[in-house]
């Protein structure tokens, strides 16, 4: 089983985007999900995560710009992303995440790019 992040693209600085990340079971309603990012050349890093009751963490890199929510009964999470920068240029992942790593094979992530 592996999440597959969309909606990604290039946008201006300033500018704003939504991803969204499909969970293919009901089962993980319940379970913590959280998103990914990976510039150029970077390692992967935890940006934001929703536990199954709600509850948001963030990267401090993101408070306040970016926003994770769930829509357990359409089985999505999102990120919506404001105030891009050019340095939020990557590749964006969702998987689960299990307190101690992602658990889950990486599915394909979805590109944004933030032009200056």
């Known amino acids: 089983v592996q999440l597959q992040a969309s909606g990604g693209g290039l946008v201006p600085a300033g500018g704003s985007l939504t991803l969204s990340c499909e969970l293919p079971?009901?089962?993980?309603?319940?379970?913590?999900i959280a998103w990914y990012k990976q510039p150029p050349g970077k390692r992967r890093d935890h940006l934001a995560v929703?536990?199954?009751?709600?509850?948001?963490n963030y990267a401090d890199a993101v408070k306040g710009r970016f926003t994770i929510s769930r829509d357990n009964a359409r089985r999505m999470v999102y990120l919506q992303m404001n105030s891009l920068k050019p340095e939020d240029t990557a590749v964006y992942y969702c998987?689960?995440?299990?307190?101690?790593?992602?658990?889950?094979?990486w599915g394909q992530g979805t590109q944004v790019t933030v032009s200056s």
């Open positions: 998987n689960v995440d299990t307190g101690v790593g992602p658990g889950l094979r």
């Open positions: 079971h009901s089962t993980l309603a319940e379970h913590t």
């Open positions: 929703i536990a199954g009751t709600g509850r948001t």
